[in-house]
Structures are given as structure tokens and as C-alpha cells.
């Protein structure tokens, strides 16, 4: 009898024993069906490996603006030739581009002048086949009137390269804006140290007048000079075989206007349509830097010059 009940009693603890383990696997199963509900609910973002990047180009620095150079001899080299430029002739050239003009629209004086002259690197207008469609812009500084930084500006952004003729006082008063000139790719030239008439000085006296100028640019900017516009205009056979010695061209113009008085300025309109009335192929565009008027209207004569099919050309020697 006892040994009925000690197997009753151990298959009765087997049987709790098993459903123990039983409900212990389901509760088991139950968490993880849960937990891979969850996680299927959950998006898993796949880790973003970063490109590695090309490795960007730098800009190009500004190209440093064209530099020629010009050692101008001294007087005592220069000095044998006196002799010969003695027997040239002295006296002022009269002359203007007037208003005559040839089917090209160029001046009939200049072209004349251009024929007798310009043996002696001397241009009124600048002739040839390389120069059609090409026009050539310059400005002279006697003094500075407070026009000529949006002068510059305007230029920077059109992309035109001009020549500034300064004078000595104009050097040495104006240093950033000659400094600026120089950097921002256009020409200074010499407009002589004093502003004389070059046909009433001595021949010493006209090389130290383009000398003094040349050799303080030089000194104090490290730029040579290389073209020279004679002071009112004036030249003589003479005066232009002296510069051509010096390594020197000489500028003068196809076009010029009455614009150099600041309390004289013509209306807006009627100088825009005076400036650009005649372009013509290597024209040479004299503009006062003192005109109110000119800083007006530069930026509308250079739309309106390429509008008819020409260029900004830099002036090089």
C-alpha cells in the first residue's frame, strides 16, 4: 500500500513539474514573438558611408598685369644726336582732328598727320589691318578733380584697359590711384613733370620733362613708362624725334572734346552723342578725368562702342 502511494505521489510531482517547464516555454515563446514584432516595426537606417571628396581646384591668382619695360638713356647718350634733331624742324605743327571725315569715319586731318608723322612712332590715330575694329581709350589727369575712382570702377567692370596721362604733381599727389592704375591692368603714361608747351623749351629742358616723370614712376612704382602725350597737344618735328630717341610713342588723338573746364560741362546727352558720333578703326579717344560729364556717360559709350562691332584694345607700344 505504501509503495502505491509513493508512485502516485511521484507521478503527481512529475506532472506539476511539467506543466511548470510548460507555461515557462510559452511565457518564453510569447516574449520573443513579441520582442520580433517589435522589431519588425522598427525601420533600421543603414549607416551612410561618406564619399570621399574631390578635392576642390583653387581659383587662378589674377594674372599679373603686363609688364614692359623702357630704360630710357641717359642725356649725355643722347646728347651726339642733338645735332641731327637741330636740323628738324622747331616750330608748333597746327593741328586738330577736325570734322572732315573719310568713308571710314576717321578724321581726314589724321589720317594726313599719320602719313607725315608717324616715322616718328607718333600716332593720331593708330593705322593698320591690326587695329580694324580696334579703338583705344585714354584720359588725362592734369589734377584730380574726385572723378577718377569711379572712373576706375566703371572700367573694372566693363573689363576695359585705358591710359591715364599724369603729370609729376598728379604722382606725387595721387600715389593710390596710380598704384591702383597700375594693378587694375592699364596704362600710365607721360604727360610730361610740369606741363609745358614742348616746342617752346630747350632740347635739355624737354628731356628732363619727360625724364623727371619717367624716372619717378620708375623709382616710386617700379613701372616703366612708355607712352607720352605732349602737353596742349604741341609737337614739333623736332619734340617727336627727341621722344622716338627715348624709347618713347607718342600719343595724341582721333577724338577730343571741349570737356577739360569742370564748371563748363556739356549736357549728358549731347556728349554721348558728340563721343561716339564717328567711331572709326584705331580711334583714339581723348576724355578729360575732370569731367563730371565723361564719368557720366563712360560706362553707356562703352555699351554703345561694342553695340556697333569694335573693341577695348590695351594700348602697347
Known amino acids: 500500500m505504501k509503495i502505491i502511494k509513493i508512485i502516485s505521489f511521484a507521478l503527481v510531482f512529475c506532472l506539476l513539474l511539467s506543466s511548470c517547464s510548460f507555461f515557462k516555454r510559452e511565457k518564453e515563446e510569447n516574449i520573443i514573438e513579441k520582442e520580433e514584432g517589435l522589431s519588425a516595426n522598427i525601420e533600421i537606417t543603414p549607416e551612410i558611408k561618406e564619399e570621399p571628396k574631390e578635392p576642390q581646384e583653387e581659383e587662378p591668382l589674377p594674372e599679373e598685369p603686363e609688364k614692359i619695360e623702357n630704360d630710357i638713356a641717359d642725356i649725355e647718350e643722347l646728347s651726339p644726336y642733338f645735332q641731327e634733331f637741330a636740323s628738324l624742324g622747331s616750330d608748333q605743327v597746327p593741328w586738330g582732328p577736325g570734322t572732315n571725315f573719310n568713308e571710314e569715319g576717321t578724321p581726314i586731318a589724321c589720317v594726313d598727320l599719320q602719313k607725315t608723322y608717324g616715322k616718328y612712332d607718333a600716332d593720331f590715330y593708330r593705322d593698320g589691318d591690326e587695329h580694324d575694329k580696334k579703338v583705344y581709350l585714354t584720359f588725362d589727369e592734369g589734377y584730380e578733380n574726385g572723378y577718377t575712382p569711379k572712373i576706375l570702377d566703371v572700367l ?22 596710380i598704384q591702383r592704375m597700375i594693378d587694375e591692368g592699364h596704362v600710365v603714361g607721360n604727360h610730361s613733370a610740369r606741363h609745358p608747351n614742348m616746342t617752346k623749351i630747350t632740347m635739355e629742358e624737354a628731356y628732363a620733362e619727360v625724364a623727371d616723370l619717367h624716372n619717378y614712376i620708375s623709382e616710386n612704382f617700379g613701372y616703366d613708362m612708355y607712352l607720352f602725350r605732349p602737353p596742349e597737344g604741341a609737337f614739333s618735328e623736332r619734340s617727336l624725334a627727341l621722344l622716338q630717341k627715348m624709347n618713347y610713342r607718342t600719343v595724341c588723338w582721333s577724338f577730343a572734346y ?14 554721348f552723342e558728340r563721343v561716339t558720333r564717328s567711331i572709326h578703326d584705331g580711334e583714339v579717344f581723348l576724355l578729360h578725368a575732370v569731367s563730371e560729364t565723361n564719368t557720366a556717360i563712360l560706362g553707356d559709350v562703352i555699351d554703345h562702342v561694342r553695340a556697333e562691332g569694335f573693341t577695348f584694345e590695351k594700348y602697347l607700344p
Open 156 to 177: 573694372k567692370e566693363k573689363g576695359v584697359s585705358a591710359v591715364f596721362f599724369v603729370t609729376l604733381s598728379y604722382a606725387k599727389n595721387e600715389p593710390e590711384l
Open 258 to 271: 571741349a570737356d577739360w573746364d569742370p564748371e563748363n560741362q556739356m549736357e549728358h546727352q549731347k556728349a
